[in-house]
């Protein structure tokens, strides 16, 4: 996996080394064989190889530039101080460079003003995005043709993932460990860096995987999902809840969320009973109860599926605060 982080002016350190640290975590974790085939290669790039002021009167020094050859299949573009106008000016290339890169399949990462990249190149045109909610009004006024969502922490369109702010870009990079590494290591990776992932702050109203503009109904179904993650519920259910027809409401709810309800809603309860295992003394049947299993057998059957290990196992692993290479 290639991954560039790209250097500009009044960019935020932090977003920058909290990514290169929690990918080149989870990298380490994977398999020998899979380290040898695959290599994590991070790159720093820039529009010249001089270094590059950032805030806090740091600087970083380039790895490459946009003129050299780097195949990325993962693009950060970090967050900036301030008005982000003077950095669009001072950085000639990265557009262009933004647009070759997508149109090779690459994704990108643009956090808070850092969206204005892919909306200057045009590639977030009659797409949703998001950005820091100080700059909402400046940049629906520059970049018209895009959709702002400002319910949203995180959006996804084609390839381009827009996060709202450091916290939300640490969940979208957990995101992508799950994706890329799997749910073990991910796991691994949350537990190392809780700190650093929010645990606090709202959930995206526009979900990883959508393509499609916000839509109420199936945000209240989400909604209405996590709140009742203890009771049995079908999607008729769950439609009816959001006063929409089966077909019509499965299909829009596989196209924002880009999983079926059911898939959403075991995702969910997986997602809660890792923190009630972590930040609670509760058996694991009172758990299972809890997030809408019968028994605790069957909630460890379905735990280990998604997780690649048992409850009794994470919640050893969370409290222990096991940190082990060769896992």
């Known amino acids: ?32 064989k899979l380290q040898k085939e695959d290599p994590l290669q991070i790159r720093l790039v820039a529009a010249t190889h001089q270094s590059q002021p950032l805030t806090g009167g740091l600087t970083l020094q380039p790895d490459i530039t946009f003129a050299d050859d780097f195949n990325a299949d993962i693009i950060v573009l970090p967050p900036m101080w301030g008005n982000p106008l ?28 850092g969206v204005v990249w892919p909306a200057q190149a045009g590639l977030l045109d009659n797409q949703v995005a998001t950005t820091h909610w ?13 959709k702002l969502n400002r319910q949203a922490s995180i959006t996804a369109a084609d390839g381009i993932y827009c996060t709202a702010s450091i916290n939300s870009q640490a969940e979208m990079l957990l995101y992508l460990i799950t994706e890329n590494f799997g749910q073990r290591i991910a796991s691994i990776i949350e537990t190392q860096y809780g700190h650093e992932v929010s645990r606090t ?38 439609a009816n809840q959001c006063g929409l027809p089966l077909r019509t409401f499965n299909r829009k709810f ?74």
């Open 134 to 146: 100080y700059y909402y009004e400046k940049f629906t006024a520059r970049y018209p043709k895009v």
């Open 86 to 113: 003077s950095a669009l000016k001072q950085t000639p290339g990265l557009t262009q460079w933004l647009v070759n890169n997508y149109q090779r399949s690459c994704q990108i990462i643009a956090t808070g003003t």
């Open 1 to 32: 996996m290639n991954v560039a982080f790209v250097l500009y002016p009044r960019a935020l350190v932090t977003g920058i080394s909290l990514p290169v640290e929690m990918l080149t975590s989870a990298a380490v974790l994977r398999d020998r």
């Open 254 to 327: 596989k196209e924002q969320v880009g999983q079926t309800p059911h898939q959403y809603l075991q995702q969910q309860r997986i997602n809660t009973a890792q923190q009630l295992l972590r930040d609670f003394s509760m058996s694991i049947q009172d758990v299972a109860e809890q997030v809408g299993y019968k028994d605790s057998y069957q909630f460890s059957i379905r735990f280990k599926q998604i997780c690649q290990i048992t409850p009794s196992e994470y919640r050893h692993m969370v409290k222990a605060k096991i940190y082990n290479a060769n896992a």
């Open 201 to 238: 702050s709202q959930q995206p109203f526009y979900q990883i995987g959508g393509q499609l503009q916000f839509d109420e109904s199936i945000a209240l179904a989400q909604d209405w999902m996590k709140r009742n993650l203890a009771l049995s519920m079908t999607s008729q259910t769950i």
